[in-house]
């Protein structure tokens, strides 16, 4: 059982940048992060993977967000840059042990944290 705890979050203005924190009681092999707003699904926003070079990036954040991970710590980041007020949601982390089929899909990981609010404002 790994347990993850998000950090980070908060209220900024459109074109302002905040860094989410994902802390994780164990190693992963791949560690995402997924958002939600009010009455949308669940999407996936960013994934790495140990052993893979180049993360996954939503169409929407790709050369504005990027993730990172420490594994010395167990902790992903997420740093997130030109904000946009479609950037507001809650962030979740989630974290699988495997080598995901499918990187943007909920059903591949097994670990999940309570999230983040994320609030940008135009």
């Known amino acids: 059982q790994v347990q993850l705890v998000e950090s980070g979050g908060g209220s900024v203005q459109a074109g302002g940048s905040l860094r989410l924190s994902c802390a994780a009681s164990?190693?992963?092999?791949?560690m995402a992060w997924f958002r939600q707003a009010p009455g949308k699904e669940r999407e996936g926003v960013a994934v790495t993977i140990s052993g893979r070079d180049t993360p996954y990036y939503a169409d929407s954040v790709q050369g504005r967000f990027t993730i990172a991970q420490d594994s010395g710590t167990n902790t992903v980041f997420l740093q997130m840059n030109t904000l946009k007020p479609e950037d507001t949601a809650m962030y979740y982390c989630a974290a699988d042990p495997r080598w995901v089929g499918d990187p943007f899909q909920q059903y591949e990981y097994s670990y999940w944290g309570q999230g983040t609010q994320v609030t940008v404002s135009s």
């Open positions: 164990g190693s992963s092999r791949c």
